[in-house]
């Protein structure tokens, strides 16, 4: 019964996008020993990212 849905939730954005942020900045900091700059300007573009994209799906179901 649990099967059917499975799915539905990797099709929505506000689940998908936070995972990958996830998995991209755990394998960053893993790889690269991050300061306190270099995070920041990852989250920024990640938000920009983030925002782009849900702005061209809002777009986009109009």
Known sequence: MGRRYRG???DNPWVVIPLLIALYLT???FVKRVDGDKWRLVWAVWLI???MM????LVQSL
Do not use: A, F, K
Request: aromatic share 8%.
């Open 54 to 57: 849900l702005t061209i799906r």
């Open 49 to 51: 990212v983030i925002v």
């Open 27 to 29: 394998v960053y900091t």
């Open 8 to 10: 539905v939730m990797l």
